[in-house]
């Protein structure tokens, strides 16, 4: 009697991934997909640290202390997403659509470049956040309409890129390659 099996999952060689590496990023579609899981994934991360702040810091409202909040979510975030792009180059939503971070040369990207890719990759929401502080925006639909509109002409904004990579990862030199084997 044989039983169903799940696909095992083989990570990609040094070889496999220098290869890759000097090709186009997967598709925006699968690499967007990828973003939105991700930011639903994130929830698990960020509501219980969100939690532990607020009791130990006595917040009994939203607004008190949300410089802190901010600072120690954006510190868990560095931390989450840099250990797992030094660890395997791919944080769990990654491993799902199938994509690596690797630098230029296929490796697995060194401390400091990972730090810098997450830094830059607050391109995707400063620009319209920026604008709705300076334009004094308040309203829910404002700041969403900025925000998915940013977002829709940053990801566009790769088919002008080299290998169609995202700005973050040109700037931080590093590249989003396919990771099924």
Known sequence: MSFWRPPTYRPLTSAECTERASAQAPSLRRRLTAFVYEG???????????????????????????????LTLFATLLIYFVWCWRRSGQTLAMKTWHLQLV???????PIWRAMLRHLLSWLWFAPSLVAAWAFDWHSTRQIMGALVGWIGVYSLLSY???RRQFLHDVLSGTRLIDARP
């Open 40 to 70: 639903v994934l994130l929830f698990g991360i960020v509501v219980p640290v969100a939690l532990v702040y607020g009791v130990l810091t006595n917040q009994r409202h939203g607004m008190e202390g949300r410089l802190g909040l901010g």
């Open 103 to 109: 630098d230029a040369g296929g490796a697995r990207p």
């Open 160 to 162: 002008l890129l080299p």
